[in-house]
């Protein structure tokens, strides 16, 4: 099977708290390090470029390696889900 690289659609970060996430903030619905950009029109995390956090997120999180769910239909449609 081949991957798809992320588009931001945020599903994975709002449909499950990542462990860093978990680690930093304890358990939460939402992790606030998810943040919609308007102007890129998609998710980005902000763990990935925390000076702390940054490179352990990286690489537990397989930045760069693809979409872990390419069949998502979230996918087809990224856009701001805050009011989901």
């Not at 939460?28 to 998609?42: S, T, V």
């Not at 470029?49 to 397989?62: I, M």
């Not at 390419?70 to 805050?82: A, E, G």
């Amino acid at each position: 099977m081949s991957t798809k690289p992320c588009v931001g659609c945020g599903w994975c970060c709002i449909s499950d708290q990542c462990e860093v996430s978990h680690r930093k903030y304890g358990y939460m619905k939402r992790c606030p390090d998810l943040l919609w950009d308007e102007k890129l029109n998609r998710y980005i995390c902000l763990l990935m470029g925390d000076s702390e956090e940054g490179e352990d997120a990286k690489r537990q999180l397989f930045e760069g390696l693809g979409c872990c769910a390419p069949l998502i239909k979230w996918r087809d449609y990224v856009r701001n889900r805050d009011m989901d």
